[in-house]
């Protein structure tokens, strides 16, 4: 079935700059309205981060779990409804909005909000490629500006996170974070960092490169203007740990 989509290339246009491509199957009639949409969000983020990304954005629109599979490398979570490309930070899939609700748990509604997220991510990447997980995920989530996300923490997991020093620790993996609620404190802890340091400060952290070689704690200690262990007991006070 698949073999038989007839993709479409769309470039996609703000005043005389190409600043995207969508690729999509010609008979989803759907697409070329999303990106009336999606040119209003990208200015939002060109606002935010004064920048445009370092490269043309490829967006490709995807019908099947298997093609998502071959992307994630194995079946995705059913959460994951939309990625960047593992090799290159400009190409982005997102589940058509014909089937993004059969193949994850977003609706239909939130296609908007996908697109917007993982493009954020190909601003972060032209900032700094190897940025700490949980400032990019961070802010992408803040972004796409939908899901407002609760601050109920479990205290395993903010337990784990103090333990493995996940703040300023280079070598965590983001699919380790990811089980311990890593979104979720991502979420919040960006939050609490815009609202408390402004957005310069979030740009800042974008900078520090994940990285054993950089300075990292004294990076971060200038940004915060404090000694981590006081900004995480700060941050504490505005999260429900149960
Ligand atoms: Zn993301």
Same mark, same amino acid.
């Given at each position: 079935?698949?073999? %038989? ?9 703000? *005043?005389?700059? %190409?600043?995207a ?5 010609s008979?989803d ?7 009336? $949409? ?7 983020? =060109?606002?935010?981060? $004064? /920048? ?5 954005? #490829?967006?490709?629109?995807?019908? $099947? ?6 992307? !994630?490398? *194995?079946?995705?979570?059913?959460s994951?409804?939309?990625? +960047? ?7 982005l899939?997102? =589940?058509?909005?014909? +089937? ?16 917007? #997220?993982? @493009?954020?991510? @190909? ?10 997980? !949980? ?8 972004l796409?500006?939908?899901?407002v ?7 395993e ?8 020093k996940a ?12 089980? #311990?609620?890593? =979104? ?6 960006? %939050?609490?960092?815009?609202k ?5 400060? /979030? ?8 990285e054993?070689? &950089?300075?990292? &704690? &004294?990076?971060?200690k200038? /940004?915060?203007? $404090?000694?981590?262990k ?5 941050? &504490?006070?505005?999260?429900? /740990?149960?």
């Amino acid at each position: 079935m698949e073999s %038989k989509l007839k993709i479409k290339k769309l470039p996609i246009f703000i *005043g005389n700059k %190409k600043v995207a491509y969508f690729y999509f199957d010609s008979n989803d009639k759907k697409i070329e309205k999303l990106g009336e $949409s999606f040119i209003k969000e990208y200015e939002k983020l =060109y606002s935010f981060f $004064s /920048i445009n990304p370092k490269k043309l954005i #490829h967006l490709h629109f995807l019908y $099947s779990l298997e093609e998502m599979s071959s992307y !994630w490398g *194995g079946v995705p979570p059913k959460s994951l409804s939309g990625m +960047v490309d593992n090799d290159n930070q400009f190409i982005l899939y997102v =589940y058509s909005p014909s +089937v993004i609700e059969k193949f994850s748990s977003e609706k239909k509604s939130s296609i908007i909000p996908v697109i917007i #997220h993982e @493009t954020a991510h @190909t601003f972060v990447s032209s900032i700094n490629l190897r940025c700490f997980y !949980w400032i990019n995920e961070g802010i992408c989530q803040l972004l796409e500006s939908s899901k407002v996300r609760d601050n109920i923490i479990k205290k395993e997991n903010w337990q784990w996170f103090l333990k493995n020093k996940a703040l300023s620790n280079p070598k965590l993996e983001w699919l380790d974070q990811i089980k #311990h609620e890593g =979104y979720k404190i991502a979420y919040n802890l960006t %939050k609490y960092i815009l609202k408390k340091y402004k957005k310069e400060a /979030i740009i800042d952290l974008i900078k520090i490169r994940r990285e054993s070689s &950089e300075n990292i &704690e &004294e990076k971060m200690k200038k /940004i915060f203007k $404090s000694d981590l262990k006081a900004f995480l007991s700060d941050f &504490e006070k505005n999260i429900k /740990i149960i």
